[in-house]
């Protein structure tokens, strides 16, 4: 039961582009979403965060848009750098006490960036 | 301030055999989950540790254990392992739950 999905699992951009990641979830508990990096060899990293009372998060060149009705969040990443290429991946979680505090992470989107 | 560090990096162990993998967290940091990575199925919740108490489990075997030091370092046990175990374990520690959690560089399993 894949409760958060990333149906793409790789995407290529121009440089200097717009690079979109999508994302869905199904479990309606989660009020907390998170996106990862993750180069080759090592650990993901933490890019950017957004909380169910917000519908956009903004930091520099990454912004993440929030839509609950649809159960969907993206990630933008404007302009598209060649260090950005990694796997993305995006994480939720449910309200504390509700026993799933840990993080559902989908399969990842590779996203590849051409100079 | 040093990230999460991971011990041993890469791992190769024969079906059978059982295998303990470390973790230190971040200083600081109370929290410490474990997560699983294979090629279809993404990152997977093993557990998570607090003050050296399990508070949230995946959906793992009983083979897959843990624990918690005082130190807030913490340690996870696969027993009698299968083919299917092979992957890249990593830990991720945090200040406490809902806190961003920081990954280690992972170790890499194989089982042969």
């Known amino acids: 039961d894949q409760q958060v999905k990333q149906n793409s699992p790789s995407l290529s951009v121009q440089e200097g582009r717009i690079s979109i990641l999508n994302c869905d979830y199904t479990?309606?508990?989660?009020?907390?979403f998170l996106w990862y990096k993750k180069y080759p060899a090592e650990g993901p990293t933490f890019l950017i965060s957004?909380?169910?009372?917000?519908d956009k998060n903004e930091d520099g060149r990454f912004t993440v848009f929030l839509n609950k009705s649809a159960k969907h969040l993206s990630l933008h990443i404007v302009p598209s750098q060649p260090g950005d290429s990694a796997v993305y991946f995006c994480?939720?979680?449910?309200?504390?006490?509700?026993?799933?505090?840990?993080?559902?992470f989908g399969t990842g989107t590779r996203l590849t960036i051409i100079p | 301030k040093a990230g999460v560090t991971q011990t041993p990096r890469y791992l190769i162990k024969t079906r059978g055999q059982q295998v303990t993998l470390s973790c230190s967290p971040i200083?600081?940091?109370?929290?410490v989950s474990w997560y699983q990575q294979t090629p279809g199925q993404g990152l997977q919740f093993l557990f998570e540790?607090?003050?050296?108490?399990?508070?949230n489990k995946g959906n793992f075997p009983g083979r897959f254990s843990g624990r918690q030091f005082s130190n807030s370092r913490s340690e996870m046990n696969v027993s009698t392992l299968e083919l299917g175990d092979s992957a890249l374990y990593l830990c991720?520690?945090?200040?406490?739950?809902?806190?961003?959690?920081?990954f280690g560089p992972g170790t890499r399993l194989t089982v042969l």
């Open positions: 994480a939720a979680s449910a309200g504390v006490g509700f026993g799933n505090e840990k993080l559902t």
């Open positions: 200083s600081g940091h109370r929290s």
């Open positions: 540790y607090f003050s050296e108490t399990q508070r």
């Open positions: 479990n309606s508990m989660f009020d907390y």
């Open positions: 991720a520690s945090s200040l406490d739950q809902r806190d961003t959690q920081y």
């Open positions: 957004i909380s169910s009372i917000k």
